[in-house]
């Protein structure tokens, strides 16, 4: 099938452009200038001509920090699926999910790969990859990573936090960054200092401050900002590259410019949740609200918004992602008597896109970097460029037709997400999706949802293309 999107505004890291992209089968065929004598012979030839006029058709989304059905405590497993996570992506503009094979302690790392694979196959509408997160760091678990990159798993992630359940060592993060230059590999992490963050959480409930707040007042910034430090000096010492993940704060922000202006390989995402909700506007609503905006690291002073949006504009912070991990409130609600039993997440995911364009509305990013931090960067990172990211001839045929014009309301009415609650609850957004292509096949046409189940396909991932 060939299909030609005409009269839009094809935008990529360098800026907005007239043209018409012809498709073909799966792939990008052509850029065109409008009015050319290519484009309208294409026009003439194509067997589906879909109108763009007004719009921008931008590359995709990629979001590289999902977590579908995870298993996080005894009755609370994140509740969108394969199926429904991958559609409501799709809605919002994503078009590549990156999510998690997880290990944990006690278990091998090749049974946690293959368990993610079955239960993600023929599930998804969009093509979706995994990273592999160790749980369990000793020499089997590290003898598995050269395998596992040559099968397209190419970034592990670690974590400083949770003691006794994902838990590394500085010890063991060293031996895990030290495998990692050997094979190429990119080390992700979850930086925050569980082994403090424990003591206050336990002193916190032990004086009876159980409240849904405090569990943003016992994971305290400088926490954060501690543990980046620490991870830049053991990936110095280990040669390794290294990703922070979900970076919440100014403290951290700090600690990772400080890094790459001395040189370091070091590179972190952010999530819209960081930069949109606060500790004091939604963590300390009393209750059920409260609750409802528990995630890792937690939400922090408004205060600190302005900082991450400059650092989105100078690529200290270089990808948006989610972290989506969303709970219904009767699992949620497994906390509602200590801040320590509420499952930690929230569910993002088919908002990223409309929240960072919001960014492009209020003049914090440019359209440009809009694409580029949602789209470009995270196929560069992670491997996938220029199969994805990009529109270009050879490319994957993954599009969105964004309207830049319609206004809308975020919430549960007209979420797709599988959630009966939002932290994006009557948010008002500019800007929305209209069309979704896939490898060239519709998965939204015109605000209706034509994908299926099985459509996506596991991405095996090179090494990502900002390693040197
Ligand atoms: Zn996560």
Partial sequence: MTILVTGGRVVSPSGATPADVLIDGERVAAVLDPGSELAESAQRGAERVVDASGCYVVPGGIDVHVHLQLPMLPGAVSSDTFETGSAAAA??????????????????????????????????????????????????????????????ITSFKYFMAYPGAYYSDDAQLLRAMQQAAGTGALVMMHAENGIAIDVLR???????????????????????????????????????????????????????????????NVFAETCPQYLYLSIEEHLAQPGLDGIRHICSPPLRPAAGHDTLWNGLRTDDLAIVSTDHCPFCDNEKLLGVDDFRGVPNGLGTLEHRMDLIHQGVVAGELSLARWVETCSTTPARMFGLYPQKGVITPGSDADLVIYDPDVSHTLGVATHHMNIDNSVWEGMEVTGQVRSVLSRGSFVIDDRTYVGRPGHGRFLRRGLSDYLF
Avoid: N
Wanted: hydrophobic share 45%; with cysteine; proline share 3%.
């Fill in 91 to 152: 809605w919002g503009g994503t078009t590549t999910i990156i999510d998690f094979a997880g290990q944990i302690l006690g278990s091998r790392v090749r049974d946690a790969v293959d368990e993610r694979m079955a239960e993600a196959a023929g599930q998804c509408a969009i093509d979706y990859a995994f990273h592999l997160s160790m749980g369990d760091v000793d020499e089997d678990s590290l003898k598995e990573m050269p395998t596992l990159v040559a099968e397209g």
């Fill in 202 to 264: 336990d002193q916190a409930a032990g004086r009876g401050d159980v409240e849904p707040v405090w569990h943003g007042r016992t994971r305290p910034a400088v926490l954060e900002g501690e543990a980046v430090q620490r991870a830049v000096a053991l990936a110095a010492v280990g040669q390794a590259p290294l990703y922070i993940v979900h970076l919440s704060s100014a403290e951290a922000l700090e600690q990772v410019a400080a890094a790459r202006h001395g040189g370091g």
